[in-house]
């Protein structure tokens, strides 16, 4: 499998080598170009430290040197150092100091802060406070100049900024110290006056009377609240077991039970209820005694209606299934009927301790709301007093601070001029340019492996059209391609022996005895028509009787091939002027005549589906061992279906980077679809790839001549 993919790398490596190496040598070229227009760089380099560490006399100064100093969480102060260094007033400080140095210096400076800014670098060094800068210019010497005026002008910048800084907070703090002391004053006049007013005492024991009562209730409720529950679900129980929905209801049900008067009408029902089952029993429904005994009961039902009517409250209806009767369902709607009561007196008890514990707490919520006032004005005092103390610390450390000229960046490292250019690149470069070039031309291989639809090897011919692979042949040099002089050939066995496998493999494959071929393809070109005279030439050459028919009466070409006059042939035969005998044409290969086409006629689709081209094919496979009929392409005519019929089969050539595969497909589907015999696929015209489908080069294993031929050269 690893052998097959490498080959196949090279096959499509020496397919699409002229593009590929075209791109890869664009893209040398254009580095080449680069290089020769782009003038030299060079760069100096300079380091800056941010030293968190710089001492300073006061606290203030101290804190406005730290890096962190002013900076939200999650900023880098160094990252903002950083950029900086690339600000408009940095780089115009440091013009002027390049400027006042080149005066000095008796040379004028021609740069700008867009030159600066443009070719000027900042890095952070991991884990580090340093700050690595780079420049680059044409002159060296100007690189580095240009890189210690910036590292100067950043250390100048530096120390204006806190400078500046230590000024703003001292001029706040003259401000804001004189204000402090006079809220000082009026928070503590204020204390004294609410002292005054209020008379607060025995805050604590009026808090604690207030809190025991509060537990007192607290403690009631409780016991309350468990009692109510537990009359609840007792209520919720006889509820279920006597299936009552309201205290009235519970009411008249006992009442109806307890009624003496009801209890003698449901006797008297029930003893007509008796009688008329037993009636039915002995007569049908229109009997008189039943319909007597009917009516009784309907009438004897109403009566019973009006009295549980009067019984129940409100003369509300009772269903007679609703009716204690018994002294369960009365004791049980009883008990309900005292639950109730029970409960609702709870819950009225409960309410009352609640609203009482509401009241407590309001009382002993007011008492800290007196306590309030006087805190507040307590912490207002003690916050001034403390405010004051710390606003005038800071303002004699701001002091101390404007007087100093800290900073906390140092230059570690000053630029020196660079000896050697490091831009551009030219080993980086051409090695850009070649990985570039390369990546380019892999993607123009893949971009036309993916737009080509042809046929490539062998191997994908028989792996797309699940067919056998009959054989490879080999690209026919073009004095070969005719056999007027068949010598050229035959005695070539480079061009013999792959002809010779494919008429070896038609022959072993085959069931019965291999008699007529029909050789055909997709489109015009792909070389069945060589294939179809060299196959003869090769088969007769191993003394099989053969006749060659060239039945592509549109574009007929073997006559050409072999050199044979085209006035006689298959149209005449069908047409019935001639005999095929008489119309075959020997050649000068032993064992092989030619059927050529004859005049060419109008609808040779006519003459091919014709009874008469039938008895031609059946009379030569008489008279011939071996018959190949050459066919127009599938694409083009269906001349090679229906000669295929009258055959053993047809043999598909092909040709690579020529063959459609989509064409090729869909011909060997209708074939396949249409039970026409399909012998195989030949791949035609290989070059380097014939090797592949040998043990070794046909070419290097020609016959030894004789001793006597040698002696005579």
């Known amino acids: 499998m690893v052998e097959k993919g490498i080959s196949s790398l090279l096959a ?357 709301m007196k306590q309030q006032p006087l805190t507040a004005l307590t912490r207002q005092r003690e916050e001034g007093a403390a405010s004051l103390k710390f606003l005038q610390s800071k303002l004699e450390e701001a002091r101390i601070a404007e007087a100093q000229k800290v900073s906390n960046i140092q230059v570690i490292e000053p630029a020196k001029p660079p000896t050697v250019a490091t831009s551009p690149r030219r080993t980086v470069v051409l090695t850009l340019a070649a990985t570039f070039g390369s990546i380019v031309a892999i993607g123009v291989v893949l971009l036309l492996e993916v737009m080509d639809n042809t046929l490539r090897d062998a191997s994908e011919a028989e792996e797309l059209l699940k067919l056998p692979l009959l054989g490879v042949l080999p690209q026919l040099p073009p004095k070969t391609l005719g056999l007027q002089s068949s010598e050229q050939f035959l005695d070539n066995v480079g061009l013999v022996e792959p002809y010779r496998m494919l008429f070896k493999t038609l022959e072993f494959r085959s069931a019965n005895t291999l008699r007529i071929i029909v050789v055909s393809s997709t489109i015009s070109g792909e070389g069945k028509s060589v294939v179809s005279s060299h196959l003869a030439a090769v088969s007769a050459m191993l003394s099989w009787r053969t006749l060659l028919i060239d039945a592509d009466l549109r574009r007929p070409v073997q006559h050409k091939l072999f050199k044979l006059p085209f006035t006689e042939g298959l149209t005449d035969v069908i047409a019935g002027e001639k005999s095929l005998l008489d119309a075959v044409q020997p050649t000068d290969i032993d064992n092989l005549n030619v059927l050529a086409c004859g005049e060419l006629r109008g609808r040779p689709s006519q003459l091919l589906e014709s009874v008469a081209m039938k008895s031609l094919i059946e009379e030569a496979a008489k008279n011939y061992e071996l018959v190949i009929i050459d066919t127009p392409p599938l694409s083009a005519c269906a001349d090679a279906a229906t000669l295929s019929r009258y055959s053993d089969g047809i043999m598909m050539v092909t040709r690579p980077s020529f063959t459609i595969k989509e064409v090729l497909s869909r011909a060997v589907s209708e074939l396949t679809q249409n039970r026409i015999p399909i012998l195989g696929v030949v791949v035609n015209g290989m070059t380097s790839l014939t090797e592949d489908y040998y043990r070794y080069p046909v070419d290097r294993y020609q016959p030894v001549r004789s001793l006597a031929a040698l002696g005579d050269e």
Do not use: C
Not at 25 to 30: E, L, M, P, T
Not at 38 to 60: C, F, H, I, N, Q
Not at 216 to 233: C, H, K, N, W, Y
């Open 12 to 368: 499509v490596s020496k397919r699409r080598s002229l593009p590929a190496l075209a791109t890869f040598a664009a893209a040398i070229g254009g580095a080449i170009a680069y290089l020769a227009v782009t003038p030299r760089l060079y760069e100096a380099s300079a380091r800056l430290m941010l030293d968190d560490k710089r001492v300073s006399v006061s606290d203030l100064g101290r804190d406005l040197t730290q890096p962190s100093s002013g900076a939200p969480a999650g900023v880098s102060p160094l990252a903002n150092e950083a950029e900086l260094v690339k600000s408009q007033r940095v780089l115009e400080r440091a013009i002027a100091i390049v400027k006042s140095e080149s005066q000095s210096d008796s040379r004028k400076s021609t740069l700008t802060t867009g030159d600066l800014s443009k070719g000027l670098k900042v890095k952070i060094v991991p884990a580090t406070n340093i700050l690595e800068l780079s420049y680059q210019n044409k002159n060296p010497i100007v690189a580095a100049k240009a890189l210690n005026a910036v590292s100067q002008a950043m250390v100048e910048d530096n120390i204006k900024t806190i400078s500046s800084e230590a000024t703003k907070i001292r001029e706040f703090l003259q401000k804001e110290v004189p204000n402090a002391r006079q809220q000082l004053l009026e928070a503590e006049a204020a204390e004294n006056r609410y002292r005054q007013q209020s008379g607060i005492v025995a805050f604590d024991d009026q808090t604690k009377s207030l809190v025991q009562s509060l537990a007192t209730l607290e403690d009631q409720e409780r016991i309350v609240g468990s009692q109510l529950r537990e009359a609840r679900s007792l209520d919720a129980s006889l509820r279920q077991i006597t299936d009552t929905s309201s205290l009235n209801k519970a009411y008249a049900t006992v009442r109806s039970g307890q009624d003496e008067e009801l209890k003698k009408l449901r006797a008297r029902l029930s003893e007509l209820e008796a009688k008329l089952i037993e009636a039915r029993l002995h007569y049908t429904d229109s009997h008189p005694t039943v319909i007597q005994l009917r009516g009784q009961r309907n009438a004897m039902r109403a009566v019973y209606t009006r009295e549980l009517a009067r019984v129940s409250p409100r003369n509300q209806a009772i269903t007679p299934n609703n009716i204690a009767g018994d002294q369960l369902s009365q004791d049980l709607t009883s008990k309900l009927i005292i639950n109730e009561t029970e409960r609702l007196a709870l819950e009225n008890k409960l309410k009352l301790i609640q609203s009482e514990r509401a009241n407590l707490q309001s009382r002993l919520a007011q008492l800290p």
